[in-house]
């Protein structure tokens, strides 16, 4: 089974940066290349909602997808040596106050569909001050 573990998270101002990390454990390494991750979020008091997702390591080409919330200032990438994937989230605004959390799905029909992902990590807080 893939099992994922989320880190990065902290307390930041507003207008600064953030690098969350997805990070497949070592007995997953080789099966953690070959899926789609994505990163949801989820506030107080709000639904769990889709961030960003980027395809596998099959796909020649990595293609990315972002909420408009965050487009053109989160970005999602992968480093398939180190099995990681990552979210820079720069401009963060109180807003982006949450929990994220990675997700792994084996293939998408639409990869914004939190029910498409079978495997989670536990999550890492973000927090956002004024």
């Known amino acids: 089974q893939v099992q994922l573990v989320e880190s990065g998270g902290g307390l930041v101002q507003a207008g600064g940066s953030l690098r969350l990390s997805c990070a497949a454990s070592e007995r997953t390494f080789s099966t953690f290349n070959y899926y789609g991750v994505g990163w949801f979020r989820q506030a107080p008091g709000k639904e769990r909602e889709f961030v960003a997702a980027?395809?596998?390591?099959?796909?020649?080409?990595?293609?990315?997808y972002y909420a408009d919330s965050v487009k053109g200032r989160f970005t999602i990438s992968r480093d398939n040596a180190k099995n990681i994937v990552y979210l820079q989230m720069n401009s963060l605004r109180a807003e982006d106050t949450a929990v994220y959390y990675c997700a792994a799905a084996q293939k998408w029909t639409y990869y914004g569909n939190m029910n498409e992902y079978t495997y989670w990590g536990q999550g890492t807080q973000v927090t956002v001050s004024s």
């Open positions: 980027i395809s596998s390591s099959s796909s020649r080409i990595y293609y990315t």
